[in-house]
């Protein structure tokens, strides 16, 4: 018997994003208005519906295509290409990664901001629901 996990199992895919982004399953369950056992069971599907998948890419600040292209390997080519600039100084040619330290700063408040409008509309809503 295999313990390999199939290359496109989406929920496992999806707990390794997570688990990149240093997030608990409850947090996830939390920013997409669910609970851990939600999470859980998704992460143990295989197949996963395409609004499920918006709703869960929406939640981890990712694309639905992140999540269906994610493997792995890419994560170890990606580190390992990058650590190798670092240690090659090769900051200053066209084939290393290129980024504005400044729009990556106001990506990341827009994301924060974003989040943040997202809490105060579901609280609300809990809040008419009582």
Do not use: C, W
């Amino acid at each position: 018997m295999s313990t390999l996990t199939k290359p496109n199992h989406m929920g496992r895919k999806i707990s390794r994003i997570r688990e990149l982004k240093d997030m608990k399953q409850e947090a996830l369950a939390q920013a997409m208005g669910t609970n851990q056992q939600t999470v859980s069971i998704l992460e143990n599907s295989e197949d996963i519906d395409d609004e499920k998948l918006a709703e869960v890419a929406k939640a981890l600040g990712v694309t639905v295509e992140a999540i269906k292209n994610f493997s792995d390997e890419g994560v170890i080519n990606y580190f390992n290409t990058f650590n190798e600039a670092v240690a090659n100084n090769n900051f200053g040619r066209q084939d290393t990664i290129n980024f504005n330290p400044i729009d990556k700063v106001v990506e990341l408040y827009e994301r924060l901001v974003q989040a943040e409008k997202d809490k105060v509309e579901y609280l609300e809503k809990l809040l008419k629901a009582k």
